[in-house]
């Protein structure tokens, strides 16, 4: 495991910095150290927010940083070489139609990687992606693992209102919009799973850590999942496995 | 209860806020003026988290079904109970069928009316702060019914509530941020130095800084943001994050206000000029 570096940002937020060549090479520590904050000052915390390389820690009014800081940097130098928690990750299987108007920009995609809109499809359906943290919007996941032959720039400029549900295509990465919103992305799909509903005991679908997965359907397939969605009868994929 | 008769240019329902969800990128939101919504809550003898309504530069009608006590503060807006003056700042008493009428400012941007007990709005996540996609609601609109407790138990006189210090400076007290040694020695110098002009674009999720000096910085790796982080951008725009900010961001944040500038901030308008004073951690 490697130790971050601490930086005190107020007197109530640290931010933990690992050096990282790859955005997915120090995502499991983030989570030892997640995990260990959570366990240990459950009482200083609000709570910790982790992104590709860094994790916030946001500390309550009556909390000061200078302790945990402290600590952090004990548990830093005895903390094992490897991880001996066994971290139990969850797989998620969403299912995507790359039909029709919910794909209006994947001959874009396909154009500029010089690929036919079925080997986009197949690309991007078969690859297996880590869910790195979410941000942006309630929900949004920020995910690793879209294939290099995919990777294709954000539109010159954003469109007003992408309809939830939408997969896209920014640089390198790929991710689900999980309400309307303001967005740049080249939209290649959409899916029907709600990502994120404030009602429910877990609000957000998907969590760091998890492994992801997209599963194509067609437009028939997707009303049915529509429709069942709306009954509250769907129930999401997931595996979950140490 | 309370009726909305008029909503008032931008009037939502807050508390201190949404905590504990900022890992599923769910914004804290809550009040604005931190320091003026305590107050008003403080003058009721009510907890300083009670939920309460915030308005924004033109403020709204409203009646009330029930007998209560309520009390303004923030920007010195005109009050109209049942068409007489009211001051600010005090608590006082309504009746059922009492219209309040909240006017405008003529400086600052914000204005609070907590009302005893707290609004009693449903709580989504812990909290019943508005935000658009947490709540049914994001702002206050005309016809809307606002529970209140209907039982208020009397209490014991006043106990007189310090005025919190006002926001007279245009100074606004800093930390530096994570990206700020980053930055060539000219662009930290000219941060501190320069005074920058608020852009009328500025709303509960940012204040967004002109700048006419030649400031840029890179993007980095998304990293976790939070409410008074000052993002840099590729093309010179300092964008201050507010209270209904997202979780994390992809610009250079250079600076990070104090709780207090926060609330100073959000009192400022378009058009008003700040300048950044830099504190010790």
């Known amino acids: ?242 | 209860m309370i009726e909305v008769i008029h909503a008032g240019l931008y009037t939502s329902i807050q508390d201190v806020g949404r905590y504990g969800y900022r890992n599923l990128g769910v914004p804290l939101s809550g009040v604005m003026d931190r320091q003026s919504a305590e107050y008003a809550n403080e003058i009721l003898g009510n907890d300083k988290n009670k939920a309460l309504i915030e308005f924004t530069l033109q403020g709204p009608t409203l009646k009330f079904t029930l007998s209560t006590e309520i009390c303004c503060t923030g920007a010195t807006f005109q009050l109209l109970l049942n068409k007489s003056a009211v001051p600010m700042n005090k608590a006082i008493t309504v009746k059922p069928g009492d219209v309040l009428s909240i006017a405008t400012t003529k400086e600052g941007m914000r204005g609070y009316l907590a009302v005893r007990g707290g609004i009693q709005t449903k709580q989504i996540m812990g909290s019943r702060s508005f935000y658009q996609g947490i709540t049914t609601d994001h702002i206050l609109k005309k016809g809307m019914k606002i529970p209140l407790h209907s039982h208020v138990e009397n209490r014991a006189a006043a106990t007189y509530a310090t005025p919190p210090k006002p926001f007279t400076t245009n100074a606004v007290e800093v930390y530096v941020g994570p990206e700020f040694h980053r930055l060539t020695t000219n662009v930290q110098q000219a941060l501190l130095a320069k005074s920058f002009k608020i852009s009328p674009q500025s709303n509960r999720m940012a204040y967004v800084l002109e700048s006419t000096a030649s400031l840029a910085a890179a993007e980095i790796v998304t990293g976790p943001v939070q409410t008074g982080t000052v993002q840099l951008t590729p093309s010179g725009t300092l964008v201050v994050l507010m209270r209904d900010a997202q979780t994390t961001g992809g610009y250079s944040r250079v600076l990070q206000l104090t709780e207090r500038a926060i609330s100073q901030l959000s009192q400022k308008r378009g058009g008003e000029m700040v300048r950044f004073e830099l504190l010790e951690l």
């Open chain 1, 1 to 242: 495991m490697r130790a971050p570096a601490i930086h005190r940002v107020t007197p109530r937020c640290l931010l933990l910095k690992w050096k990282s060549a790859h955005l997915t090479e120090v995502s499991e520590d983030i989570r030892t150290y997640s995990d260990w904050l959570r366990a240990n000052f459950s009482s200083e915390l609000l709570e910790v927010t982790p992104a590709y390389t860094e994790l916030a820690i946001y500390l309550n009014a009556e909390s000061h940083a200078e302790p945990i800081q402290k600590a952090l940097e004990t548990f830093s130098l005895d903390a094992p070489q490897n991880n001996s928690n066994k971290i139990v990750s969850r797989k998620i299987t969403i299912p995507v139609c790359y039909e029709g108007e919910f794909a209006s920009d994947i001959e874009r995609v396909a154009k500029f990687n010089q690929l036919s809109i079925q080997q986009v499809i197949k690309l991007h359906s078969e690859a297996t992606y880590t869910v790195a943290f979410i941000g942006f919007l309630p929900g949004f996941p920020y995910v690793t693992g879209l294939p290099d032959a995919l990777h294709t720039p954000r539109l010159s400029s954003p469109r007003p209102r992408i309809t939830a549900g939408s997969v896209g295509i920014g640089g390198n990465q790929t991710g689900v919009y999980p309400q309307d919103s303001p967005g740049g992305w080249n939209i290649i799909g959409r899916t029907p799973i709600p990502l994120f509903n404030p009602l429910a005991t877990s609000p957000a679908l998907l969590q760091a850590g998890d492994t992801l997965c997209f599963q194509p359907i067609d437009r028939s397939k997707f009303d049915d999942l529509t429709v069942s969605v709306r009954k509250g009868t769907f129930d999401s994929k997931i595996d979950v496995h140490d």
